[in-house]
DNA sequence: GTTAGCACTCTAAATAGTTGAGTGCTAACT
DNA sequence: AGTTAGCACTCAACTATTTAGAGTGCTAAC
């Protein structure tokens, strides 16, 4: 069967008014409100037609249409017209983000929630990582007699502290030393590529330390490595809340148990290290997650440093406004890039 | 009117059951379930007492009766019993708070995590501040040319990080020595009464630097004493969809949007540095918020060192289960203020 | 003071009737 | 051959209407 022009205006025409109001559509109002120039009977032709193709589904007899998800694949494929950002959009985004606070955890903070707000939809951003990290710098700083902070700086610039309790740990110039030892092994190196032998001659000649030592080296790997506590930001979960799809309570719950698992929202994001800043698209079933069925995702990655990436998806219902978010995320993808870059490029003074 | 005995029975009877099973309860139910020897006419005449006192209330004639705010407080006040945590919440507190990890937001989160898991219930933390903050350390990283990491370390163990750009960021030596000096200043005083002297002399001192030292200065006091910035944890949203009471999308709405207003979650919490761990009890309209009118909130202030103090809220729907929720509290706030004096212990090392 | 009995109230659930949006089919029209 | 008016048909959603039952308050007897 032919998918002839008239079929793809109807097919929009569905979209784009389900999208706007939530409610199936029939012939005679497609005819009334967009003007196609042909009447209900020949409109209804054709919907059986692309109801025959998937495209659009009845909800029950005597209903209207809805796009199915099929349709709405078609639709952002190759109807969809990416839209510029208004003028509010972009100074909105101005605003909200503020990226010279320099700080990536409050970058991405803050970006979900401008998302979250700008969208109306639920932002979800993780944290960047890389499959070959490289660590920059440790610096311990002395709490007291038992505990030192471990401020942990990656390549990438990402900042963490971990606070480590042990009986042996060394104090004053001993710690500046041991400190400058331990970078002096570890740094620069990717992770997995470093110097046994180095560890070992570090371990003998502290043995007074040793214990501090080894724990210093196993937080350094556990805070860098660990997708356990890959952190995740997000923001506008309520949001949700107020779309008619999930004024089912049931529903309601379903996702927010969803967005509370961590581990399946992370694999939701995806783990393919694209470097192009394309968008995609999950709509309703593709993502095979039961609970995210009513749902569509828009996400893409952001990239901080040369192999570091990480992922923002935004969530809405499968009938969300995909040519505004699809605008928006990629135009905040942009933003960070380059943002990121720039951070990035005062970089070289060592 | 005398409140009896027989009336606190059944007023008793009338609450637990309605915690339990959420449903109005009428006197022949209250004579089958309950043993008081009496039969369901005199209760009737009870009960009818009990509605003219406030203390109970009907939804409509020809229901059963539910508590009333004002009969909750009476329960609270006098006749809960507190009870002591089974084995498998001893257990499950456990597990759930590595204590150990020692750094305080791990553990906030953690708690919050595992209150809101105990009890079903929404958990809401504040990080401790104090009305007097004494800085401890400041300690400086170089990040890259134009970039320096601020590591703030205040007496009471909080650990941030700020990322600094500044244009004359000073490198090496020079970083160092400017440390030095801006702990030599800032150090061990109460933020309030730095010298106004000392810290002129100081930004003097490094001329060239003086943007980067403002800077620096300008962040550590931002860091320490905005509540702009006071961390929120919060856990376990999602439990209150659960409860009947919020079975109504827009009630849900309403206290989703009002967990999302920090500055309200904050007075809700309250802000009277208590020192003594007791628990107290908001119940219903008591708090005076629109949104939270159907919850009660079972809070508690926990104390890290002397002058420190955070809170602890659970907030549940108005028939909550306070009696758990009281005991399983306060044991985590005695735990907490146990770990932290022991962080405290280990402080008097300069 | 307590309780059985009973008339009364009012919600919640079940049932039936009505409306209207929307369809698919057929036959007539370009 | 494609388009359209006309019409019978379907079905959710709304509105009464009825029924059932849980619970009350009152009265009179115990």
Same mark, same amino acid.
């Given at each position: 069967?032919?998918?002839?022009?008239?079929?793809?205006?109807?097919?929009?025409?569905?979209?784009?008014?389900?999208?706007?109001?939530?409610?199936?559509?029939?012939?005679?109002?497609?005819?009334?409100?967009?003007?196609?120039?042909?009447?209900?009977?020949?409109?209804?032709?054709?919907?059986?037609?692309?109801?025959?193709?998937?495209?659009?589904?009845?909800?029950?007899?005597?209903?209207?249409?809805?796009?199915?998800?099929? #349709?709405? &694949? *078609?639709?952002?494929? %190759?109807?969809?017209?990416?839209?510029?950002? @208004? $003028?509010? =959009?972009? +100074?909105?985004?101005?605003?909200?983000?503020?990226?010279?606070?320099?700080?990536?955890?409050?970058?991405?903070?803050?970006?979900?929630?401008?998302?979250?707000?700008?969208?109306?939809?639920?932002?979800?951003?993780?944290?960047?990582?890389?499959?070959?990290?490289?660590?920059?710098?440790?610096?311990?700083?002395?709490?007291?007699?038992?505990?030192?902070?471990?401020?942990?700086?990656?390549?990438?610039?990402?900042?963490?502290?971990?606070?480590?309790?042990?009986?042996?740990?060394?104090? #004053?110039? &001993? *710690?500046?030393?041991? %400190?400058?030892?331990?970078?002096?092994?570890? @740094? $620069?190196? =990717?992770? +997995?590529?470093?110097?046994?032998?180095?560890?070992?001659?570090?371990?003998?000649?502290?043995?007074?330390?040793?214990?501090?030592?080894?724990?210093?080296?196993?937080?350094?790997?556990?805070?860098?490595?660990?997708?356990?506590?890959?952190?995740?930001?997000?923001?506008?979960?309520?949001?949700?809340?107020?779309?008619?799809?999930?004024?089912?309570?049931?529903?309601?719950?379903?996702?927010?148990?969803?967005?509370?698992?961590?581990?399946?929202?992370?694999?939701?994001?995806?783990?393919?290290?694209?470097?192009?800043?394309?968008?995609?698209?999950?709509?309703?079933?593709?993502?095979?997650?039961? =609970?995210?069925?009513?749902?569509?995702?828009?996400?893409?990655?952001?990239?901080?440093?040369?192999?570091?990436?990480?992922?923002?998806?935004?969530?809405?219902?499968?009938?969300?406004?995909?040519?505004?978010?699809?605008?928006?995320?990629?135009?905040?993808?942009?933003?960070?890039?380059?943002?990121?870059?720039?951070?990035?490029?005062?970089?070289?003074?060592?």
């Amino acid at each position: 069967m032919l998918l002839n022009d008239r079929k793809l205006k109807i097919l929009e025409a569905i979209i784009t008014d389900y999208i706007e109001n939530a409610e199936p559509i029939g012939s005679r109002t497609i005819a009334k409100k967009y003007n196609l120039g042909i009447s209900p009977a020949t409109i209804r032709n054709e919907m059986s037609d692309l109801e025959e193709l998937g495209l659009i589904e009845q909800p029950h007899t005597s209903a209207g249409r809805i796009p199915s998800d099929k #349709g709405y &694949r *078609l639709y952002v494929d %190759n109807m969809m017209r990416s839209r510029e950002l @208004t $003028g509010e =959009e972009t +100074e909105f985004l101005k605003n909200a983000i503020s990226f010279n606070v320099g700080q990536i955890d409050y970058i991405m903070q803050q970006t979900a929630r401008a998302l979250a707000m700008l969208t109306n939809y639920t932002t979800v951003i993780t944290e960047p990582t890389s499959k070959k990290t490289v660590l920059k710098k440790i610096q311990l700083v002395s709490l007291d007699e038992q505990s030192v902070v471990a401020v942990i700086i990656t390549e990438d610039k990402t900042v963490k502290n971990t606070v480590i309790r042990s009986t042996d740990v060394p104090e #004053g110039d &001993r *710690l500046t030393k041991i %400190n400058a030892r331990i970078n002096s092994v570890i @740094t $620069g190196v =990717e992770l +997995e590529a470093i110097d046994k032998d180095n560890v070992a001659r570090l371990l003998t000649d502290f043995p007074e330390n040793r214990a501090f030592v080894t724990e210093v080296l196993k937080v350094a790997f556990k805070t860098v490595k660990s997708s356990e506590n890959l952190r995740l930001y997000t923001s506008g979960a309520k949001n949700l809340l107020g779309f008619p799809e999930f004024s089912d309570i049931e529903k309601a719950k379903g996702i927010f148990r969803a967005l509370d698992e961590k581990d399946l929202l992370i694999t939701v994001l995806g783990d393919d290290n694209d470097s192009r800043d394309s968008v995609k698209i999950q709509i309703g079933d593709e993502n095979n997650m039961e =609970e995210l069925k009513n749902c569509s995702i828009v996400k893409a990655n952001y990239k901080v440093g040369n192999s570091s990436f990480g992922r923002i998806g935004i969530i809405g219902p499968t009938r969300m406004n995909y040519s505004q978010t699809v605008s928006v995320l990629s135009s905040i993808i942009r933003r960070i890039n380059h943002i990121m870059a720039d951070m990035e490029d005062g970089d070289n003074d060592e």
